[in-house]
T-cell receptor
Framework: NAGVMQNPRHLVRRRGQEARLRCSPMKGHSHVYWYRQLPEEGLKFMVYLQKENIIDESGMPKERFSAEFPKEGPSILRIQQVVRGDSAAYFC??????????????FGPGTRLTVL | QKEVEQDPGPLSVPEGAIVSLNCTYSNSAFQYFMWYRQYSRKGPELLMYTYSSGNKEDGRFTAQVDKSSKYISLFIRDSQPSDSATYLCAIFSGGYNKLIFGAGTRLAVHP
């Protein structure tokens, strides 16, 4: 069973361009989380999605950032008009079922975004 | 005040030492406490988690929670160079399974 997959692993964009980050959850997982890790900082929650639904986007910047998890295909984190402050590692995590108890989140290897 | 505070280190110890990593948290309602290990340029991997107060042991690793002082710890016995990584404490923020992470402590175990 393959783990959480993210691509690209490294992404370089110039200011003003768009960045698209992809995440394929583990097989059988229908819940996806996106976290951002700035240099020398811990991971910060951005958004929680289930198939075709955004459940919690309280950690997402209000502008330029969007996320989706379509019925088919990977989850996408999209950053429009990137700025240097968007440079970070973006991690995706998936888990099997939310329920009302702790479900282990499995993390992907991350996408390292560099904005020039 | 941050919800989870963690000293970023770095922490450098000789092989075989006992390592103590610590975090404090602010919200007494938190119930689940996790420790993740993150190797350089990799995603975090779950080491262990504890529920409420008490200890949990797994091999050379012991996680401890003291809810009265809002203090969580991870102890590593007989540390090995392969333990060199960043260790992140995390709190499970109920409801949507959202994790709140500390800043991470960078640990280096030298032979």
């Amino acid at each position: 069973n393959a783990g959480v997959m993210q691509n690209p692993r490294h992404l370089v964009r110039r200011r003003g361009q768009e960045a698209r980050l992809r995440c394929s959850p583990m097989k059988g997982h229908s819940h996806v989380y996106w976290y951002r890790q700035l240099p020398e900082e811990g991971l910060k929650f951005m958004v929680y999605l289930q198939k075709e639904n955004i459940i919690d986007e309280s950690g997402m910047p209000k502008e330029r950032f969007s996320a989706e998890f379509p019925k088919e295909g990977p989850s996408i984190l999209r950053i429009q008009q990137v700025v240097r402050g968007d440079s970070a590692a973006y991690f995706c995590a998936s888990c099997e079922d939310r329920g009302f108890h702790l479900d282990t989140q499995y993390f992907g290897p991350g996408t390292r975004l560099t904005v020039l | 005040q941050k919800e989870v505070e963690q000293d970023p280190g770095p922490l450098s110890v000789p092989e075989g030492a006992i390592v103590s990593l610590n975090c404090t948290y602010s919200n007494s309602a938190f119930q689940y406490f996790m420790w993740y290990r993150q190797y350089s340029r990799k995603g975090p991997e779950l080491l262990m988690y504890t529920y409420s107060s008490g200890n949990k042991e797994d091999g050379r690793f012991t996680a401890q929670v003291d809810k009265s002082s809002k203090y969580i710890s991870l102890f590593i016995r007989d540390s090995q160079p392969s333990d060199s990584a960043t260790y992140l404490c995390a709190i499970f923020s109920g409801g949507y399974n959202k994790l709140i992470f500390g800043a991470g402590t960078r640990l280096a175990v030298h032979p």
